[in-house]
């Protein structure tokens, strides 16, 4: 039985501990850490008999194979720290970090005190992206030319959570930037972004956006357009394209039904899903189950700290290009 401890238990914190309780048979949480007594509830209800409000304490006092960094990003740098230092494996939700520098220094740590390390790029572990990536395996496109993802939130998160977020490229668009290297299977050299805000919050006073267009230009010569918006009325909007020189292979939205009603007045259909953790519920316990089996079978995980070191760098420069309103080389930020 792999022994995991939880710190943060918010959205996504709550559910790969559910995940690891109820559907994972070779792991179990006996440990949590919040600031919350509701979180606190939450675990205790199941099954998770030792809650701590301190990391040190957590580590001092429980056995522990691995961890779960399920705390807000401003706080990842000094838990990653104190894992890393304990020898803990560790699951880490995106992003690792807001800053590069840091980022390069929990790299030469990890080197010093080497534990498995997956970043929670869960969207890699959607079924429908794991069937195009599939295909494109199999070569069916030939080599993919173009990538076009749609991002789209149903509405903006409140602005104390978006002021240490690191805003809509770093905690949002870094999700499509990952997908996109993924399928494309070949390093970024340049980025371009522009970006607006529409919304009624106040973004430009913490430096955000709500609307984003992003290009990104690899070595093997393709193309990929992330298209991100905070504020789609019609629900959560996840469309992905990828186009080759032998067809194309897309996926639309998912519904909580297929029923569409033709009438007088047209054809409808229904709103896609509510949010994230509705539309990508399969991918979060798929990717909770890879790291298992990796700390099972004492593999590196597919996903690796470099996944999450190069995402964060082609945040970096989309916000970059966005702000200074030019093509960015990637290696001006690496």
């Known amino acids: 039985m792999i022994k995991i401890g939880v710190i943060g238990l918010g959205r ?10 109820y559907h994972i048979p070779t792991a179990k949480v006996v440990a949590a850490c919040s600031g919350s007594e509701k979180g606190f509830a939450f675990a205790k209800e199941r099954g998770v008999q030792k809650c701590y409000t301190s990391v040190q304490q957590m580590l001092a006092e429980v056995e522990l194979d691995a961890v779960v960094l399920a705390s807000p990003t401003a706080l990842h740098f000094e838990h990653l720290k104190l894992l890393i230092a304990a020898r803990k494996h560790i699951f880490c939700e995106k992003p690792i970090d807001l800053s590069l520098e840091n980022v390069q220094f929990l790299k030469k740590e990890l080197d010093q005190n080497p534990v498995n390390f997956m970043v929670g790029f869960n969207r890699r572990y959607d079924p429908t992206i794991l069937s195009i990536k599939k295909q494109l395996d199999q070569q ?3 080599q993919p030319q173009s990538i076009r993802l749609t991002s789209r939130d149903p509405g903006p998160p409140p602005m104390e959570f978006i002021k240490t977020s690191g805003g809509l490229f770093l905690d949002m ?11 494309m299977g070949s390093e970024v050299t340049e980025v371009y972004a522009t970006a607006s805000v529409f919304g009624e919050l106040p973004l430009e006073s913490v430096g955000d956006v709500d609307t984003a267009v992003t290009v990104l230009k690899f070595k093997n010569k393709g193309f990929a357009t992330i298209e991100n918006s905070r504020n789609s009325v019609y629900g959560y909007d996840q469309r992905l394209e990828v186009f080759g020189a032998q067809g ?6 998912q519904a909580d039904t297929m029923v569409s009603i033709s009438d007088q007045e047209g054809v409808h259909h229904p709103k896609p899903v509510g949010f994230f953790i509705e539309r990508y519920q399969a991918s979060y316990l798929n990717i909770m189950k890879a790291f298992i089996k990796a700390l099972e079978q004492n593999e590196t995980p597919e996903l690796s700290f470099q996944d999450g070191l190069h995402s964060l760098t082609l945040s970096l420069a989309a916000k970059k290009s966005s702000e200074e309103n030019r093509l960015v080389l990637l290696s001006e930020i690496s």
Do not use: C, P, R
């Open 173 to 183: 668009a870094i999700h499509d930037f990952d997908l996109a290297s993924y399928l």
């Open 12 to 21: 996504i914190g709550k559910v790969h501990l559910e995940n690891i309780q």
């Open 248 to 253: 194309m292979l897309s996926s639309t939205n």
């Open 140 to 142: 069916k496109l030939g």
